[in-house]
């Protein structure tokens, strides 16, 4: 164990300055802000499929700021065809498409240590991790909610129901545009956030 | 690839003013700065009194409504609904809020910095009227809203600019310094001026004062008269009083004038009396130059076409005049005065063509129009609706008299119909035998009518007191006015029941989100103009204004004009009568044109939400008006 905890340790002072960065930023605790997240990948399964774009948008004190948004297009090796069909991201549209370690460079810098928030974001997150550990980083540091889970509470069931973004949307009224581009499911997300937490 | 969360806003925010009208970059700029608030229901998105937000408001989803302790707690100021602007105040005046904003439903607004707003307003003027203007229309007091009238005419004229048709608006052009003589001139000297000057008239003064006028018309008549003498005076053949304007007078103004008055000049005063002095002439001339397609020159043409044909050409032309005058923003009551003249010119002289088809009437007659037809209120060509009245005669004659005029209605009516005005569904025509009858028929079915208030009765009343004689014996449709002023004189009972059938339709409430719009049938999910909001209005001015038993007042601007009259106490609600009539007509008028119907539909998702906050507002007054008929007639008792 200790032999493992030196190895980390001495790891640690190796990683690259964007994680010392991002490290750092879990020093000091605020709240205030939550960064609504949502990946599109080539697949369900960690192990072989890949990131193909994150999106994501934060609130501050419950408000919504479209300004802080993020939004990166991931260069990837694999492109199944079925995956294409839903999300429409052409692998041949390469104008804007940045390679994984780049892409999650930039993301750790607009996580900071905001508290992530995405529907069945158990997910996303563990297909972040994935590619951090390609990258040879360690796991999201960040807290991490589930609106799926939140929209439990909020009915007051201690089982987990399994509701789809869609069902969410409908159940509040929320105009479904953009569904399956990760930016406009983050945005939809967001909203679905906000009602879960104030309504 | 752009950004779908800021397209999205964007895309939202530009279908509503003022921002459709922003560039793509600075909508994109603004939408890329707006921030989302979900407030829920019964929770406040500022209190009277709170420090001013850096944001203002609009909202996306849901309702907020606007109250303030300076006014009644009950009531709100407005509820902001999809699309609305609010917490514009730090915008204009001071730093705390002067009314509460409460969510009435669960909402979403968007909420934007003033910051992202300030180099646009600097550059933008119309975008800043805009929300000068959301600002009145949010902090306003509803009952002194509309009556003023300022936010619409505005509105109005903002909108149309750049409007090519805008010259009809302008004031008249007249004749400076015109040529006048003394009426002791003699009728040779005018004609020699007329001659030598190329002019068609003169103006007869008595120190620098509008006396009469003489025109070649007098001139002509003088010598076809046969007893002409060199030294006849003018005095003997002018026309006198002279008709006055003052010189600031609009086109519009001057052509309603020529046309009611029948008259081609009008002598220019300094203050529009005929005692005061003289300062210019102008003629039909100077008009019809100035507008080619104009009202006079079509009245002028009906009167002398003999054919059907052209008649449903100058009816067409009408057709063509109307759109074109609702796209300016000559004022309605204009619009709605010049269909009403020509209108009533035309039927006139399809009921002459088909008298000389039909034969002379055996005795007199009078023809009437009934319902809006009868006010004078239509603008798009609608269904028929007339009726007959002739003199009493010897009972063995009355079948073959009244043949005769149900031969004539038949002829009219298909010429009617030719023309574009259908056949009334309900058979409510003067070719029907029950609405073809005798004076002293008339009168007993009028006093059924009153003496036994029913659904249908107080609705048949609706219909046929709006009469008014388009042709005919103005004797016959007086003595049945007379008549049913009699039977009305203090029949609380009958008030009662027109004043109920008065306030059947509420207004909608003023919210947009619940508009009662039609809920089956052809026109679901569209809202009824022409029941909901213009037929309150008509039918609240029916029965005050025979309540206080005037005669002659068919017209609902009329009616309402006269009100404010006798009752200055209502000024404000009758006013925001005439205001809110004018409005829903143009809206039905457009509506109609745009669509070839009868305008009576609208279809709520094509309206642009300035229409909306306009139709909203016309929808106040409704509810004023409704109020005061229930305390008048004691409605609530029998309601």
Not at chain 2, 281 to 305: G, Y
Not at chain 2, 408 to 419: D, F, G
Request: with cysteine.
């Amino acid at each position: 164990m200790k032999l493992l905890f030196n190895k980390l340790f001495k790891n640690k002072k190796d990683y690259p300055e964007f994680w010392q960065n991002y490290s750092a930023k879990f020093k000091n605790d605020d709240s205030a802000r939550v960064v609504v997240l949502d990946c599109e990948t080539t697949g369900l399964k960690p192990t072989e499929d890949k990131i193909l774009s994150i999106g994501a948008v934060a609130l501050h004190n419950k408000i919504i700021y479209i300004e802080d948004n993020f939004s990166v297009f991931l260069k990837q090796k694999i492109n199944k065809p079925e995956s294409i069909a839903i999300h429409g991201i052409v692998k041949n549209k390469t104008d804007h498409l940045v390679p994984e370690s780049e892409a999650l460079e930039q993301l750790l810098s607009y996580l900071g240590n905001s508290k992530i928030i995405g529907h069945h974001i158990q997910f996303d997150v563990h297909m972040i991790n994935m590619a951090l550990k390609n990258a040879g980083l360690p796991k999201l540091k960040n807290k991490v909610q589930d609106t799926s889970a939140l929209y439990s509470q909020y009915k007051g069931v201690h089982q987990l129901m399994r509701k789809s973004l869609d069902e969410l949307c409908d159940e509040f009224h929320i105009t479904k545009k953009d569904r399956h581009t990760s930016m406009g499911d983050a945005f939809l997300t967001a909203q679905v956030y906000q009602r879960l937490i104030l309504a | 690839m752009g950004n779908v969360i800021v397209e999205r806003v964007a895309d939202f925010l530009k279908k509503y003013p003022p921002f459709e009208d922003l560039s793509f970059e600075d909508l994109k700029s603004i939408a890329s700065q707006v921030r989302v608030h979900y407030i829920p229901k019964r929770n406040f998105l500022f209190k009277e009194g709170d420090a001013a937000h850096t944001e203002f408001y609009v909202v996306q989803q849901g309702a907020v409504g606007l109250r303030s302790s300076q006014i009644h707690a009950a009531d709100w100021i407005d509820i902001c609904d999809e699309g609305d602007i609010l917490g514009l105040r730090p915008l204009f005046a001071d730093q705390t809020y002067a009314m509460e904003a409460l969510a009435r439903e669960e909402s979403v607004l968007y909420a934007i910095p003033f910051e992202a707003f300030k180099s646009l307003l600097q550059h933008n003027t119309s975008i800043m009227n805009f929300l000068l203007e959301s600002f009145a229309s949010n902090t306003r007091n509803p009952k002194a809203s509309d009556a003023k009238g300022k936010l619409m005419s505005t509105n109005y004229s903002l909108k149309n600019q750049d409007s090519t048709d805008l010259d009809f608006f302008q004031q008249a052009f007249y004749t400076r310094n015109p040529i006048c003589l003394s009426s002791a001139a003699t009728v040779q000297q005018a004609a020699k001026i007329m001659n030598s000057h190329k002019i068609s008239s003169l103006i007869i003064e008595d120190k620098h004062l509008p006396t009469g006028i003489v025109t070649d018309k007098d001139i002509r008549r003088w010598v076809a008269s046969g007893k002409m003498d060199k030294e006849d005076k003018l005095e003997n053949i002018m026309s006198s009083p002279v008709r006055c304007i003052p010189p600031q007078t609009h086109l519009a103004e001057v052509q309603s004038l020529l046309l009611q008055h029948k008259i081609g000049h009008l002598c220019v005063t300094k203050d529009g009396s005929d005692q005061s002095e003289i300062i210019g002439i102008l003629s039909e001339h100077d008009i019809m130059t100035a507008q080619a397609n104009n009202p006079v020159a079509l009245l002028k043409q009906i009167e002398r076409v003999t054919s059907l044909e052209s008649l449903i050409r100058i009816r067409e032309s009408l057709s063509r005049l109307l759109e074109a005058y609702l796209e300016t923003a000559l004022p309605m009551a204009y619009v709605m005065k010049i269909s009403r003249l020509i209108t009533q010119a035309l039927m006139y002289r399809v009921i002459e063509i088909s008298e000389v088809k039909v034969g002379k009437a055996p005795v007199k007659y009078a023809w009437l129009g009934i319902g809006s037809q009868g006010r004078g209120e239509q603008v798009l060509l609608t269904d028929q609706d007339h009726a007959l009245v002739f003199e009493d005669v010897e009972r063995d004659k009355l079948n073959d008299t009244q043949e005769y005029f149900l031969k004539l209605a038949k002829e009219v009516s298909k010429s009617l119909h030719q023309l574009g005005y259908v056949y009334c569904p309900a058979e409510m025509m003067a070719s029907n035998p029950d609405y073809c009858l005798s004076i002293s028929d008339w009168k007993r079915q009028f006093s059924r009518w009153i003496e036994h208030p029913s659904t249908k009765h107080m609705m048949m009343c609706s219909i046929f007191f709006d009469y008014s004689r388009v042709y005919g014996e103005d004797q016959l449709a007086e003595e049945l006015s007379q008549h049913i002023y009699k039977k009305l004189n203090n029949n609380q009972k009958f008030f009662a029941y027109l004043g109920e059938d008065a306030v059947k339709n509420p207004p909608p409430l003023g919210f947009f989100r619940q508009f009662i719009i039609e809920d089956d049938g052809e026109h679901k999910d569209e809202f009824d103009v022409k029941a909901r909001a213009i037929q309150p209005l008509v039918d609240a001015a029916r029965v005050l204004i025979l309540s206080e038993g005037i005669q002659g007042k068919n017209n609902t601007i009329e009616r309402f004009e006269k009100l404010i009259q006798l009752e200055p106490q209502n000024e404000e609600v009758y006013a925001g009568c005439i205001k809110s009539f004018h409005v829903l007509s143009k809206f039905r008028a457009i509506e109609g044109f745009k669509n070839q119907s009868s305008g009576r539909y609208l279809e709520l998702s094509k309206l642009t939400k300035s229409d909306k906050m306009k139709l909203k507002r016309a929808f106040k007054p409704i509810k004023d008006i409704q109020s005061l008929l229930k305390n008048r007639f004691q409605l609530t008792y029998f309601l």
